[in-house]
């Protein structure tokens, strides 16, 4: 069975940084090969969620939201079947519940939520001032 299983939230200052975790297990022998997609999204309470970061598995090519883009960095370890978000220079916006989602569907974009058939429980992330 597939499992998606996030970790490395916390709580830091203004300024701080975090790295973020999403292991993946059960689809194939490398969890990985299987999804043609990943990404990170974020939600907090009265909002919706939010794709912050996608990840083209196959290919490595990465996307980010303008939100986060020079600050966040999405990157992956085939040798962990491990994900991982750096993020960087956290502000309090980006305080909110981070999720782990994989696809297995081909195509273009990466921001609508409905495409990821995986989901991690999520982690939380709280940036304070």
């Known amino acids: 069975q597939v499992q998606l299983v996030e970790s490395g939230g916390g709580s830091v200052q203004a300024g701080g940084s975090l790295k973020l975790s999403c292991v993946a297990s059960g689809y194939s022998y490398s969890s990985f090969s299987s999804f043609s997609k990943m990404a990170w999204f974020r939600q907090s309470p009265g909002k919706e969620r939010e794709a912050v970061a996608g990840l083209e598995t196959f290919g490595g090519r990465t996307e980010y939201a303008d939100s986060v883009k020079g600050r966040f960095t999405f990157f992956q370890d085939w040798d962990k079947n491990t994900a991982y978000l750096q993020m960087d220079r956290l502000n309090p916006g980006d305080s909110a519940m981070y999720y782990c989602?994989?696809?297995?569907?081909?195509?273009?974009?990466?921001?609508?939520?409905?495409?990821?058939?995986?989901w991690g429980q999520g982690t939380q992330v709280t940036v304070s001032s």
């Open positions: 989602a994989a696809s297995v569907y081909g195509g273009s974009g990466w921001r609508d939520s409905a495409r990821y058939k995986y």
